[in-house]
């Protein structure tokens, strides 16, 4: 069974300081890899995706996450937060021959003004 | 933009009562899934239902759990007999064809069991 790590689970910073969420999977065979985004009170949205090709991926919001293959990594960044991406960050993984997704245990972002 | 749409939002019950969840997934989409999330713990997969009937759950869908398109707009989770451990976050999801590629989530309903 495949499982997902990440990291850290709380993360404080202010404004304007770049961020990094890790996320580690445990499945040898091919996997399709997201990062969803949960803010206070809303429902969880998708903020990028890896399927194939070009290993890093840009999202929406300025997020971008780099697969490495060999590391079984897909972390999360962004070069300059702000104050409105205080939210809950999600990494989930898929079999590709499957339906079902794989969570992480989530990161809380809070960005100080 | 499209929304998958979740009632209640929040709901309360006693321990050893039935309760329905309700979504109404997006019109065009053919699968359906439910997740939960217990306070503090991960989200877990619940189920998927594709073509009227289950077609993958987890080992935590026991026979407790069902689900149900009773009218061709609603997906309903019913639990039969509650648990205290039963509270959690339930969401909803619906996606145009299989994968995760285009799931949508709902905002959830905050189960308490009491």
């Known amino acids: 069974a495949q499982s997902v790590s990440q990291h850290n689970h709380h993360v404080i910073l202010s404004e304007a300081a770049s961020l990094e969420l890790g996320c580690n999977y445990s499945?040898?065979?091919?996997?399709?890899l997201f990062w969803y985004v949960q803010y206070p009170g809303q429902h969880l949205q998708l903020l990028l995706k890896y399927f194939s090709g070009d290993p890093l991926v840009k999202g929406i919001k300025g997020f971008e996450a780099e697969f490495i293959k060999s590391k079984f990594s897909f972390n999360l960044r962004k070069p300059s937060v702000q104050w409105s991406d205080t939210a809950e960050y999600f990494c989930?993984?898929?079999?590709?021959?499957?339906?079902?997704?794989?969570f992480g245990g989530g990161t809380r972002v809070l960005v100080k003004p | 933009e499209p929304e998958v749409t979740q009632t209640p939002s929040h709901q309360v019950t006693q321990m050893g009562q039935e309760v329905i969840l309700r979504c109404v997934p997006i019109?065009?989409?053919?699968?359906f899934y439910w997740y939960r999330q217990i306070l503090g713990q991960k989200v877990e997969f619940l189920v998927s239902f594709y073509n009227n009937e289950i077609s993958e759950k987890s080992e935590i869908f026991d026979d407790q759990f069902s689900v149900e398109r009773p009218d061709g707009s609603n997906f309903t989770l019913k639990i039969r007999s509650t648990k205290l451990e039963d509270s959690a976050m339930y969401f909803c999801a619906s996606s145009p064809g299989q994968g995760a590629d285009g799931y949508t989530f709902g905002s959830g309903t905050r189960l308490t069991v009491v």
């Open positions: 989930a993984v898929r079999e590709a021959a499957g339906n079902k997704l794989t």
């Open positions: 019109s065009n989409h053919l699968y």
């Open positions: 499945y040898g065979g091919t996997v399709n």
